[in-house]
Nanobody, 121 residues
Framework: QVQLVESGGGLVQAGGSLRLSCVVS????????MGWYRQAPGKQRELVAA???????NYADSVKGRFTISRDNAKNTVYLQMNSLKPEDTAIYYC???????????????WGQGTQVTVSS
């Protein structure tokens, strides 16, 4: 079994910063791509940023230059540094990881439970 636990969400004023963390634990042999998605009320879930095991990154156009994704492979942790936050960044943020499970020997996508980010104007 694999678990993802996010932390770091909260309420911040426009222009402020937050740092999200997501720890992956359980039956892990290795982790491939890790990423962050978000879902605002009434909208579809969208990719915010992703990072490969080698450190290659990609970002949604709406967050380029403001958000930075990084990972610590030794800690099985992915981070999302969010700067210059805007009210339109308000959403539930979910982390995801493509994990090679020790018990099944198969890659599978796992999701965290989500953390709320609210940006006030």
């Amino acid at each position: 079994q694999v678990q993802l636990v996010e932390s770091g969400g909260g309420l911040v004023q426009a222009g402020g910063s937050l740092r999200l963390s997501c720890v992956v634990s359980g039956s892990i042999f290795s982790i491939s791509t890790m990423g962050w998605y978000r879902q605002a009320p009434g909208k579809q879930r969208e990719l915010v940023a992703a990072i490969s095991s080698g450190g290659s990154t990609n970002y949604a156009d709406s967050v380029k230059g403001r958000f930075t994704i990084s990972r610590d492979n030794a800690k099985n942790t992915v981070y999302l540094q969010m700067n210059s936050l805007k009210p339109e960044d308000t959403a539930i943020y979910y982390c995801t990881a493509e994990v090679l499970d020790k018990t099944t020997a198969h890659f599978k996508d796992y999701w965290g439970q989500g953390t709320q980010v609210t940006v006030s104007s």
